[in-house]
């Protein structure tokens, strides 16, 4: 079980939601499918929504802006993962950059059976989409929360 947030915020009239790349060499040349929002596992009797904030804050390596959470339920990803997420919206007078992005790391064997370990961020960029270009870069069971997202959201002061 994953929880994540998926952050977004209202940009000449548009939802923009921030997506991270995944890291590591499996992902490197891939572009549609390789997104994700930023989100980590969770044990059983763990508190899914502050598992989603420390996630947020250590693959894009700044807390989530205070605000409120909307849940966006579960969905189930093709590998059997449930991942879970919550909607909270960056204010209008508040910004992220994604160059300023830092995530943490994890270690694997690369070359396979090379014997050598090495280290490759879990996000690799962040970057703000529109909903419609989110939607062709993200997992593809994470699209239900871009839907969700755009059902439940209207533009105002925030």
């Known amino acids: ?35 994700t929002i930023p989100k980590g596992e969770y044990e059983p009797g763990d508190d899914p929504l ?19 959470f909307v849940d966006l339920g579960e969905v189930r990803q093709s590998g059997g993962k449930l991942v879970r997420a919550w909607a909270a919206r960056l204010s209008d007078l508040a910004d992220l950059d994604p160059a300023t992005a830092v995530s943490n790391t994890f270690d694997i064997e690369w ?13 690799d960029r962040v970057e703000w989409f529109d909903l419609a270009t989110a939607g062709t870069k993200v997992v593809g069971a994470q699209r239900d929360f ?3 997202l755009s059902r439940l959201v209207v533009p105002g002061p925030g």
Request: hydrophobic share 40%; charged share 25%; no cysteine.
């Open 1 to 35: 079980m994953s929880a994540g947030i998926v952050l977004y915020r209202w940009r000449d009239g548009a939802i923009e939601v921030l997506l991270g790349h995944m890291g590591g060499p499996f992902w490197a040349r891939k572009d549609a499918g390789a997104w």
């Open 50 to 68: 502050a598992t989603a904030r420390r996630e947020f804050r250590e693959e894009i390596g700044v807390p989530v802006p205070a605000t409120e």
């Open 111 to 123: 070359p396979p059976r090379s014997g050598r370990m090495q280290t490759f961020p879990e996000l």
């Open 146 to 148: 871009l839907e969700r």
